[in-house]
């Protein structure tokens, strides 16, 4: 269908490494957001993009997260240096209005 | 941002009504009130949401209280595959333009 897509489905990665998850949102959504989630919790805010531009960023717990959506559709979360810490499910979600639609997640474990 | 406090979890049994409550005591007269709902692995899931008045949708109803203090949500016949954490959100993607979630309410469905 044509629902937001997220790739990888999973990720593993080297403590220290660098990861890029990738946001595919519904054609159109001009908003479109980024969460993570740890098990047993509720998804946590990290970013928000209106069009192009970073609207809200301050859910980005330190400098080493940084976020683009540089054509206003795809957009990219790329994690530097990780930490064990951040294993947890990452979830993008799209919005035109009232309603979001979230993707599957990607799901990313630091080793 | 209004707090809501909803129950950890709550139980019911297949094709038997459930009642899902949110207590939402600082919500502001212009927020609307929004309920997701993430099932097993998969990423949250827009139910319905209103102002005022109760609402109906093919998924569920949305009860809310004349004081507008709290809400219910009702899932009319439980299936299984209602089995969920539901999210009770005030002003969800309106004035801050983000979804706040909480720890939610978790269902489950006893066969």
């Known amino acids: 269908g044509a629902g937001v897509s997220q790739t990888p489905s999973n990720k593993v990665t080297e403590k220290g490494k660098y990861v890029e998850l990738r946001c595919d949102p519904i054609?159109?959504?001009?908003?479109l957001y980024w969460y993570r989630q740890s098990l047993g919790q509720g998804p946590e805010f990290l970013i928000y993009?209106?069009?192009?531009?970073?609207?809200?960023d301050s859910g980005l717990p330190n400098d080493r997260f940084f976020a683009v959506r540089p054509e206003g559709s795809v957009s990219t979360l790329k994690i530097q240096r990780t930490e064990r810490g951040d294993s947890a499910v990452y979830l993008c979600?799209?919005?035109?209005?009232?309603?979001?639609?979230f993707g599957q997640g990607t799901r990313l474990t630091v080793v | 941002d209004a707090k809501t406090t909803q129950p950890n979890s709550m139980e019911s049994n297949e094709e038997e009504p459930v009642h899902l409550p949110c207590n939402h005591s600082?919500?502001?007269?212009?927020?609307?009130i929004h309920w997701y709902r993430q099932l097993p692995s998969q990423g949250p899931e827009y139910v319905i949401h209103?102002?005022?008045s109760n609402v109906n949708n093919r998924m569920a109803s949305l009860a809310i209280a004349e004081d507008r203090k709290s809400s219910t949500l009702i899932l009319h016949r439980a299936t299984l595959r209602d089995a969920a954490v539901y999210y009770c959100?005030?002003?969800?993607?309106?004035?801050?333009?983000?979804?706040?979630f909480g720890k939610g309410t978790r269902l489950h469905i006893l066969p």
């Open positions: 979600a799209s919005s035109l209005g009232t309603e979001a639609f």
């Open positions: 054609s159109g959504h001009t908003a």
């Open positions: 993009f209106q069009g192009t531009g970073a609207a809200d």
């Open positions: 600082t919500i502001s007269g212009t927020d609307y």
């Open positions: 209103g102002l005022t």
């Open positions: 959100i005030p002003d969800a993607l309106n004035r801050d333009d983000k979804i706040i």
